[in-house]
T-cell receptor, first 115, second 112 residues
């Protein structure tokens, strides 16, 4: 079993839809959870960062962490064509990967938002 | 402000050759991490350097090596290239390695 599982999609939604992206993980030591957005031929860009369980909201984006279920989610409200990208979950036992810099990523989910 | 820069953007090599990839971190950042992203997969951690010292190493063979220079730029070297080394190689920088990592655009390596 991989440490982090993420459905690669692709996921296609109409503009304005609510998008739900998810990851599951097996390592109970993970405490720091991140979502990155990666446009084609670009490097990943940090979207959301959460520590331990709970919710965090930033504009149209909401990140949820359920450590008891080892399940994290990213919700995008009022999705726009500019949200079309690959969304990667990443996690670590230490803050931002700690001094070892070691983030464990999911495979990424490719999202397409149609006008 | 310039973000993380990487060179070259694209590279084609043949099996058995050696390659050197370069990374310049964001000004003021002292830590650089390297990741390999195979098509259809998430990035996989290779190395982290801070103040020219190796702080972390992922599960990669000894054919992979790296170093960090006094100006905090970094090089990733891969010897005896295999077809499976074809990937996007990403560099990320942060102040000390314990904050947000900012990624560069990557170097796309194709091994034929």
């Amino acid at each position: 079993q991989k440490e982090v599982e993420q459905d690669p999609g692709p996921l296609s939604v109409p503009e304005g839809a609510i998008v739900s992206l998810n990851c599951t993980y097996s390592n109970s030591a993970f405490q720091y959870f991140m979502w990155y957005r990666q446009y084609s031929r670009k490097g990943p860009e940090l979207l959301m960062y959460t520590y331990s369980s709970g919710n965090k909201e930033d504009g149209r984006f909401t990140a949820q962490v359920d450590k008891s279920s080892k399940y994290i989610s990213l919700f995008i409200r009022d999705s726009q064509p500019s949200d079309s990208a690959t969304y990667l979950c990443a996690m670590s036992a230490l803050s931002y990967g700690g001094s070892q810099g070691n983030l464990i990523f999911g495979k990424g989910t490719k999202l397409s938002v149609k006008p | 402000d310039a973000g993380v820069t990487q060179s070259p953007t694209h590279l084609i090599k043949t099996r058995g050759q050696q390659v050197t990839l370069r990374c310049s971190p964001i000004s003021g950042h002292k830590s650089v991490s390297w990741y390999q992203q195979v098509l259809g997969q998430g990035p996989q951690f290779i190395f982290q350097y801070y103040e020219k010292e190796e702080r972390g190493r992922g599960n990669f063979p000894d054919r992979f090596s790296a170093r960090q220079f006094p100006n905090y730029s970094s090089e990733l070297n891969v010897n005896a290239l295999l077809l499976g080394d074809s990937a996007l190689y990403l560099c990320a920088s942060s102040f000390s390695g314990e904050e947000t990592q900012y990624f560069g655009p990557g170097t796309r390596l194709l091994v034929l």
